[in-house]
């Protein structure tokens, strides 16, 4: 799946993140976040998990964390991809 327009979700409020996509050539990830030197590397494995589960091969994804868990970080990427992909056809089982 490639991203084919910019794409946001999400809110900036506490416990929340602003995920946006866009157009890129190969996948490249900005994460920036309140509780990055608690749980930097926690975010990162659940975006990458996500983004590998939608099949997602060009995009430029950035994220800005007040503190989500990890199912609102899914949640979120997969509104923000899905909106910028432009799918049709979607494999529901792969959003669960």
Do not use: H, Y
Request: charged fraction near 25%.
């Amino acid at each position: 799946m490639k991203i084919q327009k910019e794409a946001m979700a999400g809110t900036l409020e506490s416990s929340d993140l602003l995920v946006k996509v866009m157009p890129n050539t190969g996948i490249e990830i900005v994460i920036n976040s309140d509780v990055n030197k608690q749980f930097g590397d926690q975010i990162r494995a659940v975006v990458n998990q996500t983004l590998n589960d939608l099949n997602v091969t060009d995009g430029l994804i950035i994220i800005d964390d007040k503190g989500a868990l990890d199912c609102a970080i899914r949640a979120r990427i997969q509104c923000a991809v899905l909106r910028g992909a432009e799918e049709e056809n979607l494999d529901w089982s792969k959003l669960l």
